[in-house]
């Protein structure tokens, strides 16, 4: 009677049942009818009297010694697979008895990644075979052909963890069979089974031998390239087994042989290449007997092998056995333990994956115009930054860094508008600093020059020279010392138009078009250097005014004319200053280098200001490029504005300066 959790009758009858059984009667308190062995017998035989007990379905796989049979256990009624020896090794005693060595050999292996053996026995025909756990998966060799060709259900049902997890279980059970000192002898990709429903299994004992038990030498065989056992003499398979295996070592063969079959399934796995090249005999051998090169990342860099595998493939698969693994437990833990890793490396994935995404999302937003732009792209570059902190290597993430880096966005992020702004009325206190000085200096140095050697006849135009000049000077002043851009602007267009004034006051020692028009060149290319369009057409349009003026006032006659006109000559007059041969010739040389050496001066301080403007640039690129993956960096090598540049021209940014 069999007893259930909700059966309660049953259990408030299990005090008395168990009295009655104490007085030798069964559950009812009657005293037990013994069945006789025959009707016992029979009742068996009732079960399968129409037929055989295993009944024939199909033929599930062939080996080298052996056939595995789908069956159906018609006495239990569930399916079994049934191996037999092949017809052609029938008469085979050595294979008979290897045969019978794996049935009891697997079925004294208790371990759930090790089919169970459910009967042994022969058949009527006299054949050996033995029935064991149907199994319903696909073999680790077929599901790597799978990978290698591209499937797109293997791609995506087995990835890198499951097989390296899967991987891990046959570690374990090879532990398990060692300490029970067995060894396998023939691990490979097709003698492991993923279950449909996460088992894994590891197959075909035949050739296992019991350490400490001798067995027979191994010799090479006809068939080196099969990927089946070869019967006979080989024992095991050459792309898997062992240097001291192939070697014929058997006596001496130890759980660091199999540990050596691991390492190759393990480097099969990672790279879905053998770890010895099967182009022919010789060059497995070769490959074999003299040491394969197996790192994993080396021989299939596009499988992103991670070093830990590496460093385990390495040391599975050393020459050497004693440089190997000393158990499959040890190879199963240094599996583990980078597994443990990688579930924190997965999640890490993730969270970049999540974080790629969002930024993904926000990256047409940022990119365009209009109020929403601008925390689009603080959105965006907050979630590179943290898909990026979480694995450096999202592809997502990087491209979208990218794409930011090189479109600049329609319209500039009011914070480096107000940086620029910043920078730009800076620059302009240093030039209008400097511009005060140079004035002052330069005045006193001409009127001196003027009153002492040259000889003053207009003393109400140096008057009005040094007014105007020490306007523009205060002008000058108060924009180095205002805050607010605008009142900036106009205080030191004011100062300018006073300078514009004493130019002309200027005008009157050689006339509009002699002396004066050189030194309104200077001065309009020194308040040229700004940013600002509006102001930069002010000043021009406002030099342009003063020179046509200066000549209509010279042309009209208004004031005394500094030229005349006679017999193809143009003869300059006197007015402000006296005109002597030595002092004039020597006041217009010193005047010409003034003008050759203040604009080259001038030229000098903006270049020097825009290497170092380059030279920051330039610093922050190289130094963003080294925090960056290479194929996430917006062109090789080139910093902003070289010869990586996009064909295309670039739209220009509204006010970014």
């Not at 085979?92 to 060595?101: G, I, P, Q, S």
């Not at 790279?271 to 182009?279: D, E, G, I, Q, V």
Request: glycine share 8%.
């Amino acid at each position: 009677m069999a007893l259930f959790d909700d059966d309660f009758e049953t259990l408030e009858q299990l005090p008395e049942m168990r009295k009655s059984r104490g007085k030798g009667g069964d559950s009812h308190g009657q005293s037990p009818t013994p069945v006789s062995l025959g009707r016992a017998r029979a009742e068996l035989t009732d079960l399968s009297s129409d037929g055989p007990r295993y009944e024939m379905r199909s033929l599930l796989g062939v080996g080298g010694m052996g056939e595995v049979h789908f069956c159906r256990d018609r006495r239990i009624g569930r399916d079994v697979a049934m191996k037999v020896i092949r017809a052609e090794h029938q008469g085979d005693t050595t294979l008979r008895h290897r045969f019978l060595r794996e049935a009891r050999v697997q079925g004294q292996l208790e371990h759930p990644s090790i089919v169970p053996v459910y009967d042994l026995g022969v058949d009527n025909k006299g054949s050996a075979y033995f029935t064991m756990k149907r199994l319903r998966g696909l073999t680790l060799a077929r599901i790597l052909n799978e990978l290698r060709e591209g499937d797109p259900t293997a791609l995506q049902s087995f990835s890198r963890r499951r097989l390296l997890t899967a991987f891990s279980s046959i570690c374990i059970a090879v532990d398990f069979a060692h300490s029970r000192g067995v060894l396998h002898r023939d691990l490979k990709p097709a003698n492991i089974m993923l279950g449909d429903f996460g088992e894994v299994y590891l197959l075909d004992w035949g050739v296992a031998k019991l350490i400490d038990t001798p067995l027979q030498t191994i010799d090479m065989g006809e068939d080196p390239m099969s990927t089946r056992t070869i019967p006979g003499d080989v024992l095991g398979t050459l792309g898997y087994m062992s240097p001291e295996q192939a070697q014929g070592c058997v006596d001496t063969l130890d759980v660091r042989s199999d540990i050596y079959s691991l390492g190759a399934i393990l480097f099969e796995l990672l790279t879905l290449k053998p770890l010895h090249p099967k182009k022919d005999r010789t060059e497995m051998l070769d490959s074999l007997l003299h040491g394969a090169d197996a790192r994993a990342s080396v021989r299939a860099p596009e499988r992103e092998v991670p070093p830990e595998l590496d460093a385990i493939c390495v040391t599975a698969t050393r020459r050497e056995p004693s440089e190997r693994y000393p158990s499959a437990r040890a190879l199963y833990e240094a599996v583990e333990r980078f597994l443990d890793g990688d579930k924190d490396v997965e999640l890490r994935r993730d969270l970049a994956a999540r974080h790629a995404g969002l930024a993904e999302e926000r990256v047409t937003e940022a990119l365009a115009g209009g109020k929403e732009a601008e925390g689009a792209r603080k959105a965006l570059l907050s979630e590179v930054g943290q898909a990026l902190a979480f694995d450096p290597s999202n592809e997502r993430a990087l491209e979208t860094l990218r794409r930011v880096l090189t479109e600049p966005p329609r319209e500039m992020p009011a914070e480096v508008l107000a940086e620029l702004d910043a920078a730009a009325a800076a620059r302009h206190r240093l030039q209008l600093r400097a511009g005060i000085r140079a004035e002052l200096l330069a005045t006193a140095i001409a009127t001196l020059v003027a009153a002492v050697w040259l000889g003053i006849r207009e003393w109400q135009v140096f008057a009005f020279i040094l007014g105007f000049t020490a306007l523009a000077a205060l002008m000058k002043f108060l924009a180095a010392r205002v805050v607010h851009r605008p009142s900036a602007e106009w205080y030191a267009y004011a100062g300018f138009v006073f300078n514009v004034l004493s130019f002309l006051c200027i005008g009157r020692g050689f006339g509009p078009l002699l002396f004066m028009p050189m030194l309104l060149v200077i001065l309009t290319y020194g308040n040229s250097f700004t940013y600002r369009t509006a102001y930069r057409v002010a000043v021009v349009v406002t030099s342009c005014v003063a020179v046509l003026a200066a000549s209509w006032i010279e042309y009209s006659g208004v004031l005394p004319r500094s030229y005349e006109f006679a017999g193809g000559a143009m003869v300059i007059l006197p007015q402000a200053v006296e005109h002597s041969k030595i002092a004039t010739m020597t006041a217009l040389t010193l005047t010409t280098l003034f003008m050759l050496v203040v604009p080259a001066f001038m030229m000098g301080q903006h270049q020097h200001a825009l290497r170092a403007a380059e030279r920051r640039a330039f610093l922050q690129a190289w130094q963003l490029r080294q925090l960056l993956p290479e194929r996430a960096q917006p062109g090789a090598a080139a910093g902003p504005g070289l010869e990586q540049a996009p064909r295309r021209r670039p739209r220009r940014p509204h006010a970014a300066g």
